[in-house]
């Protein structure tokens, strides 16, 4: 199993960003994905679930309005779009399948003017 993310990003407050999970390795639609992330000096955040199969979604509650999955099955990759974003959530961004037993890398999303 292998779950690559795109890389770094930088962006200015207010703005929006787009991170993708590239799944490889088992069938795409066999487990839900997990969004999760981490503060510098903070512990894992969830921030929500989505069904690769019918890209049914769940989100934590205080992301809801402001955080979007989406799946395309044609390329087994899920995107967690954030928008109006703040210094505060600066993090490394995970995707998570099999329950969390596989995780990407990481992508640094940075919010800074």
């Known amino acids: 199993v292998q779950l690559v993310q795109s890389g770094a990003e930088l962006r200015n407050p207010g703005a929006s960003v787009k991170v993708s999970c590239k799944a490889s390795g088992y069938t795409f639609t066999s487990y839900d994905i997990e969004w999760v992330r981490q503060a510098p000096g903070q512990g894992l955040e969830w921030m929500g679930r989505i069904d690769p199969e019918d890209g049914g979604t769940a989100y934590a509650q205080k992301f809801q309005g402001r955080v979007a999955f989406t799946v395309d099955t044609s390329r087994s990759k899920v995107y967690v779009e954030l928008k109006s974003l703040r210094s505060e959530e600066t993090a490394v961004y995970y995707c998570?399948?099999?329950?969390?037993?596989?995780w990407g890398q990481g992508t640094q999303v940075t919010v800074s003017s």
């Open positions: 998570s399948s099999g329950g969390f037993g596989d």
